[in-house]
């Protein structure tokens, strides 16, 4: 009788380590697969940042070419310059989304 006793508790003491050994094995792979989707969320945020920032900046110089346009001043060179400027700021998203 014990050793039947000693038997069956082996067996189910082996039978509980293969199932924690196979919930060990699919948590280990869904921590991997959050891990990748986390640095894909990052990645995504820091794209979208800095889109926002491209945006306020656009904004920021339409509004300032619109107080020159309306202005006295002698905006020709201001606009180059802004153009310019926009121009650089779009090469700079373009190199950042790329990389």
Sequence with gaps: MNKEKLSLSISNLER?????????????????SLKLENNELKELIRNKDVQII???????ISKIARNV?????????????????????????LHLTQA
């Design 16 to 32: 509980r380590i293969k199932i924690m050994v196979n919930d060990h094995h699919n948590l280990n792979q869904e921590i991997a």
């Design 54 to 60: 491209d945006f306020q900046n656009k904004y920021k």
């Design 69 to 93: 346009r309306d202005g006295e001043t002698d905006h020709s060179e201001l606009k180059n310059l802004l153009n310019e400027y926009i121009r650089e700021i779009d090469k700079c998203i």
